[in-house]
């Protein structure tokens, strides 16, 4: 590397640093790859999108540090590049191998099917022997058999390669998503909301409201209609949460039909409107099934809502919150719990 780069290096961790101080950003590689990244400023979209999230919640979440860095610096995921990479080197050798092998044959082949060629050329001029063609015309059909069985074999395994290629591809592009996605829902799963919740409540604990949702009387869908329509109810509910969730605000699947939504910076009395709001929105949704034509016109859910409060940990945040969740479900399902602020 040279002096101007190691300069330019150094100058923007002196700048990095500093922010990720401010920020309260863990000193992670991805978040000082990340950090390093903004204050190049050669990304414009990484910084707005940083700029956002820093400008939302007072800092910047592990798991939006991870996307963005997964977006924006990462091509992709560290360890899933690792392996590829791994993979493909090998695969270059034993195919640049293979190629080698089969030109030198190849050369080689062809080396000597000019030499009969050439001596059925001098047979033809001297005069010649059924015995001898017949000898001439042998060798040429074997080095062409050979011919023919090394190009298979390369042929062979440049489809395999392919094969192997096309397999990581479509398993990198699955590690994507499934670290931190629930796959059938696409939103971000438990183990997305745990980093998230405990990085909320251990640096910017303040405002913290946790909103907890249950699908009311679910497995009735399923065995009423089949969980093929039951995973259409989960997938249809979750859109619409999703919609809601803006300004900083997340949505996670907690589990089975329970979904969670953290919003940080608020008071319980914003996140209980916008329990609420979701409410009213679930209630008007309906499903059909096309193929059956069943319609699910009866979706309802339950929902409990809490704000952190001082000395609380996560798990205790959490518990309180299922507890107004169970609440409103004891209560007759369909409503927020607590009923005011």
Request: glycine share 4%; proline share 3%.
């Amino acid at each position: 590397m040279s002096t101007t780069l190691l300069q330019l290096a150094a100058a923007n961790l002196k700048k990095a640093v500093p922010l990720m101080l401010k920020y309260q950003i863990p000193t992670t590689p991805i978040n000082y790859a990340l950090w390093y990244a903004y204050v190049g400023e050669k990304n414009p979209q990484l910084n707005a999108e940083l700029d956002n999230a820093i400008k939302q919640n007072q800092t910047c979440s592990p798991v939006t540090s991870e996307l963005l860095f997964r977006k924006h610096v990462a091509d992709p995921v560290e360890l899933d590049v690792r392996d590829m990479r791994k993979n493909l080197d090998a695969m270059v050798c034993d195919l640049s191998q293979s190629l080698k092998d089969t030109n030198s044959d190849t050369e080689s082949f062809q080396a000597q099917i000019n030499k009969d060629f050439t001596r059925l050329a001098d047979l033809e001029n001297q005069g010649f022997s059924l015995e001898q063609v017949i000898g001439v015309v042998r060798n040429i059909v074997k080095e062409s058999e050979n011919i023919r069985s090394s190009t298979v074999s390369f042929t062979q395994q440049l489809q395999k390669a392919q094969s192997e290629i096309d397999t990581l591809k479509t398993r990198l592009a699955e590690s994507e998503k499934d670290v931190l996605y629930d796959a059938l829902t696409n939103v971000l799963n438990r183990r997305a909301f745990n980093e998230d919740i405990n990085a909320q409540i251990e640096l910017a604990p303040e405002g913290c409201c946790l909103i907890l949702i249950d699908i009311d009387h679910f497995k009735k869908f399923n065995d009423s209609f089949g969980h093929q329509l039951g995973d259409l109810v989960l997938k249809t509910v979750a859109k619409r949460l999703q919609e809601a969730c803006r300004d900083g605000i997340k949505l996670y699947r907690f589990g089975g039909e329970e979904f969670a939504i953290i919003v940080p910076k608020s008071q319980l009395r914003v996140a209980r409107h916008l329990a609420e709001a979701i409410r009213r929105a679930i209630e008007k949704l309906s499903v059909k099934d096309r193929r059956s034509e069943k319609v699910i016109d009866s979706i309802t859910a339950s929902f409990g809502v809490s704000e952190w409060k001082p000395k609380q940990d996560v798990g205790q945040l959490i518990e309180a919150t299922d507890k107004l969740l169970y609440e409103a479900k004891r209560l007759g399902r369909n409503r927020v719990m607590p009923i005011s602020n």
